[in-house]
């Protein structure tokens, strides 16, 4: 197995989590902080917006399975990445758009996912596309989050049309 990394911001981390974690070749989805100069932020920290950090995802897969090419695909299709730091009703920067990397393989990636995807889209792709400065893990309840809390009603708003949309575009990729 080919073990490889992506790092996505698209809004809320549970609503990203949930849809990553359903795709074929996916080992781990872990819910995090990337991105600002808080050290050790907290959620509370990220909710006010003045740490400068991403709500993210951390993806962990395996690329002889799925590419990282389909996964920036997805993370296109399941957010809105036209929207600057807003997803639906979350608003702030922690709510961001991002594709962050460690190499310049992933960064040369993103910048043609992003070119391609700008063509599902009337008004332009705000995506940032950025080097990985720091990143922290989420806290526990933070992890597995719509697994574990699928009849909270913020999930059951959002999340379900995510999947959705996931599924009548990649269904072949689901697990």
Known sequence: MAKQELILGGGCFWCTEAVFELLRGVSDVESGYANGQTLNPTYRDICTGETGHAEVIKITYDDSIITSDILLDIFFVVHNPTTLNQQGA????????????????????????????????SDPIVTTIEPLDVYYKAEDYHQDYYRQNSMQGYCMAVIPPKLAKLKVKFGKEMA
């Open 90 to 121: 979350d608003r702030g920067t922690q709510y961001r758009s991002t594709i962050l990397y460690t190499d310049e393989e992933t960064k040369d990636a993103a910048e043609i996912a992003m070119e391609a995807a700008q063509a599902d889209y």
